[in-house]
């Protein structure tokens, strides 16, 4: 849950729930600038290209319909809004779109530390295994996405320029 409360001309307060303490926390912004504001709700994608590639997913109806439903999230601070939940669909969509393999190293690395255990024992934590499993968890989603991240490098262009990078540096140090 997110309120932001302004008490300010541009300073904010916001109420952040934290999940892991279980408490809500408050955060004083002193100064969000215009140009954050409108770069924040400039449009990468129309929304025609964002129904359209929700529509290209390979999932039932409902889950389109709950996906779509995060494009109408917003934030409002003050008298300015937000439209975080569109670009939040933006910025996956753009990234898959870019990333392809990084992005599937990412959803692979999720479904298989999901499979590891938490480290209780009938209804007892561990401490000691909790640790080494969540570190275990997040070794695999690295992991993962690390090896994703070789293949679209391999395959890009921003591939092709850090390679160039590489080798002119390399070539400017052996002169």
């Given at each position: 849950?997110?309120?932001?409360?302004?008490?300010?001309?541009?300073?904010?307060?916001?109420?952040?729930?934290?999940?892991?303490?279980?408490?809500?926390?408050?955060?004083?912004?002193?100064?969000?600038?215009e140009s954050f504001k409108?770069?924040?709700?400039?449009?990468?994608?129309?929304?025609?290209?964002?129904?359209?590639?929700?529509?290209?997913?390979?999932?039932?109806?409902?889950?389109?319909?709950?996906?779509?439903?995060?494009?109408?999230?917003?934030?409002?601070?003050?008298?300015?809004?937000?439209?975080?939940?569109?670009?939040?669909?933006?910025?996956?969509?753009?990234?898959?779109?870019?990333?392809?393999?990084?992005?599937?190293?990412?959803?692979?690395?999720?479904?298989?530390?999901?499979?590891?255990?938490?480290?209780?024992?009938?209804?007892?934590?561990?401490?000691?295994?909790?640790?080494?499993?969540?570190?275990?968890?997040?070794?695999?989603?690295?992991?993962?996405?690390?090896?994703?991240?070789?293949?679209?490098?391999?395959?890009?262009?921003?591939?092709?320029?850090?390679?160039?990078?590489?080798?002119?540096?390399?070539?400017?140090?052996?002169?």
């Amino acid at each position: 849950m997110v309120k932001a409360v302004g008490i300010g001309v541009n300073e904010v307060q916001l109420e952040l729930f934290d999940f892991e303490d279980d408490k809500t926390k408050i955060y004083e912004v002193p100064n969000i600038s215009e140009s954050f504001k409108e770069n924040f709700n400039s449009l990468t994608l129309s929304e025609s290209k964002i129904q359209r590639a929700i529509d290209n997913l390979s999932l039932s109806a409902d889950q389109k319909a709950m996906v779509s439903q995060i494009s109408q999230f917003t934030l409002q601070v003050g008298t300015k809004v937000f439209s975080i939940g569109r670009k939040i669909l933006e910025l996956s969509l753009l990234f898959f779109k870019k990333f392809p393999a990084t992005s599937f190293g990412l959803v692979v690395g999720l479904v298989v530390s999901s499979f590891i255990p938490a480290g209780t024992v009938v209804g007892f934590a561990v401490p000691v295994i909790s640790s080494l499993t969540a570190l275990l968890k997040k070794l695999v989603i690295l992991f993962s996405i690390g090896f994703g991240l070789k293949d679209d490098l391999k395959n890009t262009a921003l591939g092709n320029t850090i390679s160039e990078a590489t080798l002119n540096i390399r070539k400017s140090m052996e002169t």
